[in-house]
């Protein structure tokens, strides 16, 4: 049985060109799965209506 984490992290394998884009990334949720698909070498786009909530939440984070 392969956990989920194993899982996620074959379906975001960094070779295969993809982007993810999270919407909502200045939130909880949001920046969970922001940082989450990152730390498996996604390519992702992080967005959020309040720009001052994003850019706080990953100022410490140079892969998003």
Known sequence: ???ET???ELAF???NNKIIIVTGAGGAIGS???RQFTSFGANV??????DTSITDTFA???SV
């Open 32 to 34: 969970a799965a922001t």
């Open 13 to 15: 394998d960094k070779s």
């Open 1 to 3: 049985l392969i956990s």
């Open 60 to 62: 410490d984070n140079d």
């Open 6 to 8: 194993r899982t996620a």
């Open 45 to 50: 786009v992080a967005v959020d209506i309040d």
